[in-house]
């Protein structure tokens, strides 16, 4: 392995721009990663999300210099830091990562474990307690610096383990399912916490979660990743409201997926229709036969047909319910069609399994995903 030489950077260094030209990984005939482009711009968050084996961690794993690609280039500000002839070291790319076991060690302090990276960097002694006190009282810790690992909580460990990352002001902070190992209601929690520290210190951060909730809290743009690919890339609330495929419709939270054929001046489903230009630019990109996501929360359910003027709505039958604590969740079955629609409602919204009601679609809600 050939050494690539990086210029050495000053604590305060600018932060870089990350580029991943046609980045290709493979484990024998296995494609974990296959011609990945990605661009991360100075001080972005960006999340790569997907399920098991779609290529994430390989993907990070890489960009911290763990594994050497089969092919492509990662550069750092146009420099080449990874290719497949030659790979420079993770200690030299001036990047922190953090894992799913916060990985702090036990038989040191809050203090010393904080420390620790400054240390080899052979700082000062007044430098380092400055910069420790400085990051612990930023992520809340200040407080327990003299504590060791076994008496703090999950959600403290792992704040050790960020404010040990930060404290040496890496150019590009690397985060790799961190929060997996805690409860719900920590994870909640941290993932806040998280955003918080990035907008305090404005990392270049890349992060990778299967928790769509982690990612759409946490990132500026989020790259939904399937096969070792990236479906789309975009800002959470373009994701979750124009998807663009059925992958990143149905991992993006929930949806329905139904399939629309173009009949004259209509747009024809199973057991209903809808008017051709009350969709999104009048549906002149409707073109053969379609499939379309829609929202659970984008459907509305009436008890009435709805009056002159007040808009479409489908005769439709409340088939299953379940009440999730901040919302209801329906299944209603459109009069003559075999299809099942999920909607979401308020608690207040209360309806009963096999009551008559009336489905409020929006056309201009309706997504094309191929």
Known sequence: MNAMALPAAREEAALPRLSLDGITCKFGPYVAVDSLDLDIMPGEFVSLLGPSGCGKTTTLRMIAGFIKPTDGTIRMDGTPISSATATLPPEKRQMSMIFQSYAVWPNMTIGENVAFGLKLRRMDRETITAKVREVLATVHLDHLEDRYPAELSGGQQQRVALARAIVIRPRVLLLD???????????EEMRYEIRRLHDAFNFTTVYVTHDQSEA???SDRIAVMNKGRIEQIDAPYLLYTRPRTRFVAGFIGRTNLIEGVPD??????????????AFENGGRHLDG????SIRPQSIGLRRRPPAAGEGLAIESRLVERAFLGESWDYIVAPAGSGLRLRVAAVPSEVFEVGDAVWLALDPQQMMVVV
């Open 177 to 187: 399912e961190p929060l997996s190992n805690l409860d719900a209601n920590l994870r």
């Open 216 to 218: 759409m809290v946490t």
């Open 264 to 277: 004259g001046a209509a747009i024809r489903f199973d057991g209903f229709s809808l008017p051709r230009d």
């Open 289 to 292: 036969s379609v499939q379309l």
